[in-house]
Nanobody, 122 residues
């Protein structure tokens, strides 16, 4: 079983920054594509960013490209999401995700974290 635990959510003013972390309890962390999704109240869970096991490929949603950066430390079984220039529309529950292959479709993800709330005030 894969266990994902997120840290770093909270309240921040518009224009501010926040970094999310996700640690995975799995033996072969570098076998997984890691990513982040988010879900606002009343909306579908949407793709935010993903990174391959060898860090050769990254992908971002158009809404966050240029503001968010995904990275991973395989030695620590950890993936990060650095969020800069935050906007009120970034407010959502952010979920860490893991799968054997890259996908931006939420219903194809095999493993999820519990979610962490990010609130951006204006």
């Amino acid at each position: 079983q894969v266990q994902l635990v997120e840290f770093g959510g909270g309240l921040v003013q518009a224009g501010g920054s926040l970094r999310l972390s996700c640690t995975a309890s799995v033996r072969s962390f570098n076998s997984y594509v890691m990513g982040w999704f988010r879900q606002a109240p009343g909306k579908e869970r949407e793709f935010v960013a993903a990174i391959t096991w060898n860090r050769a490929r990254t992908d971002y949603a158009d809404s966050v490209k240029g503001r968010f950066t995904i990275s991973r430390d395989n030695a620590k079984n950890t993936v990060y999401l650095q969020m800069d220039s935050l906007k009120p529309e970034d407010t959502a529950v952010y979920y860490c995700a893991a799968d054997y292959a890259w996908t931006s479709e939420a219903d194809r993800i095999d493993y999820w974290g519990q979610g962490t709330q990010v609130t951006v005030s204006s």
